[in-house]
């Protein structure tokens, strides 16, 4: 499956933006998708993850509250709502997927979008 993510950009500190990852192929009931991040300097990070039905999702606590994961799977598409930026949010953010259930680990996703970047001024 091959993924495209969208939707980045710059926002002031408190602001939001939505991401997009649109798929290639079905992802209903075959794919585990995820959304992780990358600042500059730093590894790859966990930020949220959405079940194939949708019914499961987790985030990393950086993110609880204030950023919301959802899929569209008529669309093959998830979504990434991100309220209350801050600047230490600042980084590429890459949507993944991986067949079966989810994973906080980077290790084990197996497809990759492209990144998006995303830069919260203060």
């Known amino acids: 499956v091959q993924l495209q993510a969208s939707g980045g950009g710059l926002v002031q500190a408190g602001g939001s933006l939505r991401l997009s990852c649109a798929a290639s192929?079905?992802?209903?009931?075959?794919?585990?998708m995820g959304w992780f991040r990358q600042a500059p300097g730093k590894e790859r990070e966990f930020v949220a993850n959405?079940?194939?039905?949708?019914?499961?999702?987790d985030y990393a606590d950086s993110v609880k509250g204030r950023f919301t994961i959802s899929r569209d799977n008529a669309k093959n598409t998830v979504y990434l709502q991100m309220n209350s930026l801050r600047p230490e949010d600042t980084a590429v953010y890459y949507c993944?997927?991986?067949?079966?259930?989810?994973?906080?680990?980077?290790?084990?996703?197996?497809?990759w979008g492209q990144g998006t970047q995303v830069t919260v001024s203060s």
């Open positions: 993944a997927a991986r067949r079966g259930v989810t994973t906080t680990q980077a290790t084990y996703m197996e497809y």
């Open positions: 192929e079905r992802i209903s009931g075959n794919y585990g």
């Open positions: 959405i079940g194939w039905s949708a019914s499961i999702t």
